[in-house]
């Protein structure tokens, strides 16, 4: 083992220690908890790889009449050049053009240098396996529709190939995939757990933590204080997976539709890079995006589909509700009379009612007009909400009967015994997948698995129609029709 004499001031300079730190993950150097010196040393016996934060696109023909540069963040995969910036770098003095992209995990710029470890893996922390010949303590039982998935899944996955679980809302995804992880853990393989949603990552978290209580877990999400990054199961936003580079051995990705891939290709980047090389990878989802769903049309791609919830009841299909022009309405502080009808049903009936709404503003005007109009315990929530996860635990708690919410909580977020209804079910920002998602909250749990979801309207959309013919669809091959 190469051992690095002890230099001036440096707490971590075993091989090991070092090893440790930058096994699987990639750090800017300027993060990095030791001298460039011993970084140096690294680079030399070939065990780290240092290469530039920003650098030039190859330039084409035009590029080079126009007289212009382009760049790539090597962090992050951004080549969109409207978000690179330059500015007077404090750090070299010199003119550093800087990603805008990633800016939020700190910056990177033409003088940042990105450090990784490329020598031998470190042996993971093994003690929790030979305690043990069950890591997972979930003692639930699976259907045999899921037994069958979930045994598919973990056949597959251990021969390295990729696995679609297509699967509607509420069918129990989650307990699906135990078997698989607890076979990943049990032969010494690092996993990651994978979506798009900070919402999700804390229901997850919990969830996964009580199903494997003696292995470490990580859990990561934008403002999470995490103390172990080299967990072997990590539960993480695939926006923090920036900060690791060829580390995974598996990964599964939930909600893989909610990853805007065609949106910000940066998140599948941040996948890619931190798994390792051929790694497999299970998508789970209930709306998989067209191309999983060809490729495991063709054959190409290894799947199972379950059109069934786990309790047997079928997924609730939406009605559509006409209430004329409800922006106009909301907006003048004028209350829709069905929507404040079926909103007294309900609380009448001591349900809890999720509300949809396209935007913000719409989120804020109506839920003081619903404050206004009696219906108490009424809460609202958005993106940039700051007090958003403590009204979504009120909600789950009973303190609040009505949430009001933007699309931000159409996938992950399961109370049991919720109904719906989409305020502006015709508004552009609900397509389809969105649609059959939000359908999805309702009747999820066995002893609650029916209810209404309501889409209140001012005009049918293709995107209304396209969903409900999609969970029609799934009922009739789950056998409900
Ligand atoms: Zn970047
Ligand atoms: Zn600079």
Redesign the pocket.
């Known amino acids: 083992m190469l051992l690095l004499s002890r230099s001036k001031g440096l707490l971590l300079n075993d091989y090991s220690d070092v090893q440790h730190a930058l096994h699987g993950r990639e750090f800017r150097a300027e993060e990095l908890p030791f001298p460039e010196k011993v970084i140096k040393d690294y680079v030399k016996s070939g065990h780290v790889t240092v290469r530039p934060g920003i650098v030039p696109l190859n330039e084409s023909i035009f590029d080079l009449l126009t007289g212009r540069k382009k760049w790539l963040c090597a962090r992050c995969g951004n080549r969109d050049q409207e978000t690179f910036a330059t500015c007077t770098?404090g750090?070299?003095q010199?003119k550093?053009v800087y990603c805008r992209h990633c800016l939020t995990m700190g910056i990177v710029?033409?003088?940042?240098k990105l450090v990784t470890w490329c020598g031998p893996e470190p042996a993971l922390n093994h003690r929790f396996i030979h305690q043990n010949t069950h890591l997972c303590a979930w003692n639930g039982t699976l259907s045999d529709e899921q037994s069958m998935a979930a045994e598919a899944l973990n056949q597959t996955l251990q021969i390295g190939k990729s696995f679609l679980v297509w699967a509607v809302a509420g069918s129990g995804k989650t307990e699906m995939i135990y078997p698989a992880i607890e076979h990943q853990l049990m032969n010494g393989r690092r996993v990651v757990l994978a979506t798009p949603r900070t919402d999700v990552v804390r229901e997850l978290l919990p969830r996964m933590r009580a199903a494997f209580p003696d292995v470490p877990i990580s859990g990561l999400y934008a403002g999470s204080q995490e103390s172990n990054p080299n967990a072997p199961l990590v539960v993480s936003t695939a926006h923090q997976l920036i900060r690791y580079s060829n580390c995974f051995d598996c990964i599964f990705i939930d909600e893989v539709d909610a990853f805007p891939y065609h949106f910000d290709p940066m998140l599948e980047f941040a996948v890619r890079k931190a798994a390792k090389p051929g790694a497999p990878i299970a998508y789970l989802s209930a709306t998989p995006p067209a191309d999983l769903t060809n490729d495991y049309a063709s054959g190409k791609l290894r799947g199972v589909m379950l059109a069934r919830r786990y309790h047997g009841h079928p997924l609730p299909e939406p009605r559509f509700q006409w209430i004329g022009n409800w922006m106009q309405m909301i907006r003048k502080g004028q209350m829709p009379s069905l929507l404040c009808e079926w909103l007294s049903e309900k609380t009448n009936q001591k349900r809890q009612v999720f509300v949809f709404v396209p935007s913000v503003t719409l989120a804020r005007d109506l839920t003081e007009l619903l404050q206004r109009c009696g219906f108490e315990r009424t809460a609202g929530v958005h993106a940039e909400d700051p007090h958003r996860h403590n009204k979504v635990s009120d909600f789950r708690e009973g303190k609040i009967n009505i949430l009001v919410t933007t699309t931000i909580l159409e996938r992950g977020v399961t109370v049991p015994g919720v109904e719906v209804c989409v305020v502006g079910a015709d508004d552009p920002v609900f397509d389809d997948r969105a649609l059959v998602q939000i359908s999805g909250r309702v009747g999820r749990s066995a002893e609650s698995p029916t209810g209404d979801v309501l889409f209140f309207h001012n005009g049918k959309t293709l995107a209304m129609i396209r969903a409900r013919k999609q969970i029609e669809h799934m009922n009739q091959i789950g056998g409900f029709h």
Do not use: A, E, L, P
Not at 109 to 112: A, D, V
């Open positions: 770098c750090r070299c010199k550093c710029r033409s003088c940042t």
